[in-house]
């Protein structure tokens, strides 16, 4: 079992910054490979961006690609994703969840566990 709560978002402006926190606790952190998926009103979950065990491998979708960064602190128990020039379109609830598989994996039903959300609201 590991539990996930997610911290820092928030309302931003247009062209502005934010950084996600998702602090794990429950079994060995880095046994798990790591993903940030978003959901906005009225549509599907969606993933974001996702960090192997190690922390050496790094995936975006190609919506955010060159936009956002995802990263961990194993000795910390949390990932992170940080967030740059945001976009109206970037308004969600972000989530984070973990996956005792190999590979990072882009859809929903491979994660174990979820965190409870955080919202995201990107203002024009």
């Given amino acids: 079992q590991v539990q996930l709560v997610e911290s820092g978002g928030g309302l931003v402006q247009a ?3 934010l950084r996600l ?9 880095s046994s798990y490979t790591m993903a940030w998926f978003r959901q906005a009103p009225g549509k599907e979950r969606e993933f974001v961006a996702g960090i192997s ?3 050496f491998g790094t995936y975006y979708a190609d919506s955010v690609k060159g936009r956002f960064t995802i990263s961990r602190d ?3 128990n949390t990932v992170y994703l940080q967030m740059n020039s945001l976009k109206p379109e970037d308004t969600a609830v972000y989530y984070c969840a973990a996956d005792d598989g ?7 039903s491979p994660y174990d566990y979820w965190g409870q959300g955080t919202q ?3 203002s024009s």
């Fill in 53 to 55: 065990k190690s922390g």
């Fill in 21 to 29: 926190s998702c602090a794990a606790s429950g079994r060995t952190f």
């Fill in 102 to 108: 190999v590979v990072v994996r882009t859809t929903t």
């Fill in 120 to 122: 995201v609201t990107v």
């Fill in 74 to 76: 194993n000795a910390k």
């Fill in 15 to 17: 062209g502005g910054s």
